[in-house]
């Protein structure tokens, strides 16, 4: 066949060959495995613009590969880098046109207190800066704030991202890819999860150290000052990197236990504010806090409030119960999430 | 006006009259672009009664063509006709219409029956004799024994029936069958095809695609080619054929001795040209496959020639479409 | 074939009937819908159980005036020496020297002895209410300047004055005289006050947004959109029913399991709340009119949530990125609406009228509780029994926060209608956008 179809083809055929180092630049195959997250499937078509009367006939050659296989942190990273560079440019995962859309408002959202600290440095008016600058109340309200950002920005952040991140590969049958390459599942998972939460620390903890700098800049602050908020920031960030830790594992252990891709955004979702509402109304209505150990937020916001030293929200219970809280959910979800992605079967679903 | 909530009465749609002259099918000047990318290009088409099958290789505007009959997606330019009516403005027209889609996608947690009895209720029949129908139609391809189990636990053939079965309960006058036999065994690959050509008698409008040749050639004569949107050829399989037989073809022999072979086969006149491709193959060229095939066996025969197989490399669609589209060249 | 003709809705609704009887045995095969009701059910459930325990429990009674010391150690609590007119702070006067020389009444007597028997309309202006109880105003030796400190003339009485700021908000102003309905009963008032809270705020929040906007996300986004993703969608759009139609009948499979379901819910939380809710009777017939609207709310909010989230799904694969947000801003609405009824921002909200059923339908089955609200918040007047020394009762604050007054400046039953009318044309208008959209959709 491959004979006889050559007079088919009058142009004499390219012949390409690549070599095992040269760099991985197959987008079109890539979108293909991946699907294309960009918008329509209607729309898709039009990528194909090579007329079809033309076409190549690649030689097909066969070289068994003796090359030396890359470390495993190696292979990891290039999963890794997949993911992450998949917001910022073409040719690695799709994130999808309005996901990337809506990172973006939320990076430039959580500035918002950033541009009011340079604001009001260069206003140089004090009563500006003791809303806007620096204080415990302002870092613990910059992660873990409720309105708006775990209400409406930082949650949906996590189910966005979290939505298709394994039940797409499960969909599209791309688990199979990363199966028949020498990955483990392990590696596959903690680099799905190590690339989700990047992608919200990026968004989280880097608009917190901007702000942290913008203070030190505009107000001209000294080691002193230094010395004396570094142990409030890093408490902070260690709240953050708990909230990004949380969010991300009920997420990816959402996504691996179902096939759609709505299904774990909305679960995620449900449980964050959902938690919240029911606390709310209880310890409200009924003055009994014990509801609030059941909400991933409030736990976290309890245990910030400890670290970073702010006036609790519930204190019926001291904070170690929210930490211990937090603990069993993300040892739940872990195990969920591993337990699924050890048995995952590698079809196309 | 009062809901027909007993679901006893009797079956009739009355929303809609269809033209009673207008053929079954009728395409004219229809494209269907993507971007830039033509789907289908000027198809002018009319189609009325026996079976037709639409052959083209994988991308040649076969489910385009189906996906506008079924107003699945909307015509770039040009008007398509069901039973006189545009199937994108008015899905009217389906009541007589069945149409058994490509996706291998099916409902697994339903059984056969509550699959089709479902779906002919949609064409405005009661439960009761959605029921009945279903019987009717799994019985027609062969399925009354599991009937009543669950699509889920189906082989690939048995879901393509159940799909065949949902497309007839509305007793369709015409039929549209994408791809009816792609994955199929040897075993449900006749089954379909008794069913097709059974369908045929019974004088429905049938449209069968396909890219292989073989299987459209053993259920009908009357075939359309597309290839890159554009008709091709329309008619008769063996007048295409007979037109095809003028172009050089080849047939390939294996046999024991080729050379002895192809000494004996050289006398014959329509013959022009012998190659050995390896030490096992003859090669004949010739212009007229027929005259060839008439003669091959008794010379074979007569002069004792071990042949293991005989092969037209050529007379598949691949061929086909290379000589048409290369305008004759091959 | 056919004997008699059939109208054109008769096979309308025969392929309404396969539609949604095709949905609901779809519905039923996905693990994911068990799931999410469950969970619905658990969420739901341990707010009851919390409820049923709370009501079980005792509300500490205070002694709001005092009068149940017995300040200067005679024996006799300071009430029964104040009513009696001996002097409570010496204890060389008290009862036991009369003759025949009364015996001490026990303190319990004296606490929760002055409750609040108020009776006020809605209307502007002055009112005169209340009556003292335990007579230590209207006892005999005080003048009667003393026992008119409001200074309207009539003694022990308390005024409720309701007037119009210069902004045009209602204010409302308590005038009372000293010593009545200084001691109400806590545990009855916020028995009572936790029960209509807890009905309030289980329809609005629980009711109406949790299971009103979480439903619908996980049960109505897919309706179409999973059908066309996977090719299942060709079988129906093979038939000769029009795509608007589809999308309406698959909307109502979804409703014909949404809806029972939360009527069951509803129907539990009114047993559950009328049994265990506080009042004499057996069991609280009046709530049933709020219940009745929690669920309507909820019902029409899933049906509107519903035809809109199905439409995001045709508009796009991704519907559920259009949802969110949305779902989010609708949260914000919600709570906004307790605060701020009026706002104008509410009406671009489908919460907001689907919670003023809620506060319309409430305030005509419950119509004194403005005035129940209010008296909770003043308390009696004196000190105050927590740490912030204000005197309101505890589950005043937390019910007023949960109810408030439909912001349409119309009458209960008029929102009521308003905000109905207002729902379904929402809905229907999500129906037309969405069988647009559908309609023009091409599908593979």
């Known amino acids: 066949m491959s004979d006889d179809a050559e007079p088919l083809l009058p142009d004499a055929p390219i012949e390409q060959e690549y070599e095992p180092e040269s760099p991985v630049t197959g987008k079109g195959r890539l979108e293909a495995a991946w699907g294309s997250t960009e918008g329509d499937e209607d729309l898709s078509a039009t990528d194909t613009t090579a007329p079809r009367s033309e076409g190549h006939v690649f030689k097909q050659q066969y070289k068994p590969w003796n090359g030396q296989l890359n470390p495993r942190w190696m292979r990891n990273w290039a999963i890794l880098r997949h993911h992450l560079l998949g917001i910022f440019k073409k040719g690695h995962r799709p994130w999808g046109v309005p996901i990337r859309l809506f990172l973006l408002v939320v990076f430039v959202a959580s500035l918002t207190d950033v541009a009011m600290v340079l604001v009001s440095g260069l206003i140089g008016e004090s009563g500006l800066h003791s809303v806007w600058g620096v204080s415990r109340d302002n870092l613990y309200g910059h992660v873990l704030g409720f309105l708006p950002r775990n209400m409406l920005y930082y949650p949906v952040v996590a189910a966005l991202l979290v939505g298709g991140v394994i039940s797409e590969d499960r969909q599209h049958g791309t688990s199979a890819m990363y199966f028949s390459r020498p990955i483990t599942r392990f590696d596959y998972v903690s680099m799905k999860f190590l690339s989700v939460a990047l992608i919200q620390a990026m968004i989280i903890l880097i608009t917190l150290a901007l702000y942290y700098f913008a203070e030190i800049v505009s107000m001209g602050r000294g080691w002193a000052w230094i010395l004396d908020t570094f142990p409030m920031f890093l408490a902070t960030v260690i709240s953050g990197v708990l909230l990004i830790f949380t969010y991300t594992s009920l997420g990816l252990a959402l996504s691996s236990v179902s096939k759609g891709k709505f299904f774990p955004g909305i679960a995620l979702l449900s449980i964050i504010l959902g938690t919240k509402v029911l606390a709310f109304i209880v310890s409200n209505l009924f003055d009994r806090e014990i509801l609030y150990l059941l909400s991933p937020y409030d736990c976290l916001a309890h245990v910030g409030q400890a670290i970073i030293g702010t006036q609790p929200t519930y204190d019926q219970y001291s904070w170690t119960w929210s930490l211990a809280s937090l603990a069993a959910m993300n040892a739940i979800a872990l195990f969920t999430l591993s337990s699924r992605v050890s048995s995952m079967e590698v079809t196309r679903e | ?330 | 074939m056919a004997t008699k003709p059939d109208s054109v809705f008769r096979s309308l609704d025969r392929k309404a009937a396969a539609i949604v009887e095709f949905t609901l045995r779809q519905y039923r095969t996905r693990t994911s819908t068990w799931v999410v009701l469950g969970v619905g059910f658990t969420a739901l459930a341990l707010i009851f159980l919390i409820y049923i325990d709370v009501m079980a429990s005792e509300f500490e009674s205070v002694d709001n005036d005092g009068d149940s010391f017995d300040t200067d150690g005679d024996g006799y609590p300071t009430g029964q020496e104040r009513k009696l007119g001996t002097d409570p702070f010496s204890d060389e006067s008290h009862p036991g020297m009369f003759d025949p020389p009364i015996e001490p009444e026990p303190a319990s007597k004296y606490i929760n002895e002055d409750g609040f028997d108020w009776d006020v309309t809605a209307s502007f202006g002055e009112q005169s209410t209340g009556y003292d109880d335990d007579g230590d105003c209207l006892n005999s030796n005080r003048t009667a300047s003393q026992k008119d400190t409001n200074e309207n003339g009539i003694p022990c009485d308390i005024i409720i004055q309701r007037s119009t700021s210069p902004t045009g908000e209602i204010v409302i102003q308590i005038f009372a005289d000293e010593g009545v309905d200084e001691d109400p009963d806590e545990d009855a008032y916020t028995r009572e006050a936790i029960h209509l809270g807890f009905v309030l705020s289980i329809g609005k929040l629980g009711f109406v947004l949790l299971l009103g906007i979480f439903l619908p996300l996980f049960m109505a986004t897919g309706l179409i959109r999973d059908e066309m993703t996977s090719g299942t969608m060709h079988y129906m759009l093979a038939k000769p029913v029009a795509r608007t139609e589809v999308f309406l009948y698959r909307t109502l499979g979804y409703l014909g399991i949404v809806w029972p379901y939360v009527i069951v819910l509803g129907i539990l939380g009114a047993l559950v709340s009328g049994f265990v809710g506080s009042g004499d009777d057996f069991f609280r017939f009046a709530d049933l009119g709020v219940w009745l609207a929690i669920v309507f709310a909820t019902m029409m909010a899933t049906l509107v949530y519903g035809m809109l989230f199905n439409a995001l799904g045709v508009l796009w694969k991704y519907g559920i990125i259009l949802a969110i947000p949305f779902a989010a801003w609708e949260l914000g609405m919600a709570l906004l609406s307790m605060g701020a009824p009026d706002a104008t921002i509410l009406r671009f909200s489908v919460i907001g009228w689907a919670l003023m059923i809620i506060d319309s339908v409430a305030m005509m089955v419950w119509p004194n509780l403005d005035t129940f609200i209010l008296m909770g918040e003043w308390g009696g007047g004196g000190q105050g029994s927590d740490i912030f020394g204000s005197s309101s009762l505890q589950g005043s604050v937390p019910l007023s926060f949960f109810s408030s007054k439909p912001g349409l400046g119309l009458s209960a039953f008029a929102s009521t209608i308003v905000a109905t009318l207002v729902l379904l044309i929402q809905a229907v208008v999500f129906w037309f956008i969405g069988g647009a959209l559908f309609k023009g959709k091409e599908i593979q």
């Open chain 2, 1 to 330: 006006m009062i809901p027909d909530f007993d679901q006893q009465g009797q079956a009739q749609t009355k929303e809609w009259t269809p033209e009673v002259q207008a053929p079954a099918i009728l395409l004219e000047n229809v494209s269907k672009s993507y971007g830039r990318i033509f789907a289908l290009s000027n198809i002018t088409l009319a189609l009325n009664g026996g079976v037709t099958g639409i052959l083209g290789m994988n991308g040649a505007g076969k489910s385009t063509l189906f996906n506008l009959l079924m107003g699945k997606i909307k015509a770039s330019q040009g008007s398509i006709k069901l039973f006189g009516t545009n199937p994108w403005k008015n899905p009217a027209p389906y009541a007589r219409v069945g149409f058994v889609p490509e996706h291998e996608k099916m409902y697994d947690w339903m059984t056969a029956h509550g699959f089709v009895s479902t779906f002919a209720r949609l064409n405005g029949l009661t439960r009761d004799e959605a029921g009945i129908e279903a019987d009717r139609v799994l019985e027609f391809v062969g399925l009354t024994d599991v009937a009543y189990k669950k699509i889920g636990e189906f082989s690939k053939g048995m879901r393509q029936r159940v799909k065949i079965a949902h497309a007839l309960v509305n007793d369709p006058e015409l039929i549209i069958l994408d791809e009816p036999l792609q994955g199929c065994d040897p075993l449900a690959r006749t089954t379909i095809m008794n069913v097709i050509r059974e369908l045929g008698k019974m004088g429905r409008t049938v449209l069968v695609s396909s890219h292989i040749l073989q299987e459209i050639e053993r259920i009908t004569e009357q075939i359309v080619i597309l290839h890159q949107g554009r008709l091709l050829a329309l008619g008769n399989l063996h007048s295409i054929r007979e037109r095809l037989d003028q172009i050089p073809h080849r047939i390939s022999i294996e046999a024991e001795n080729p050379k002895a072979l192809a000494k004996d086969i050289i006398d014959i006149d329509e013959v022009f040209g012998i190659s050995f491709p390896d030490g096992r193959n003859v090669s004949i060229q010739t212009h007229n496959l027929g005259a060839i095939h008439a003669r091959l066996p008794k010379i074979i025969v007569e002069n004792g020639h071990k042949v293991s197989s005989i092969d037209n490399p050529d007379d598949d669609l691949a061929s086909i479409l290379g000589y048409l589209t290369s305008g004759g060249r091959v």
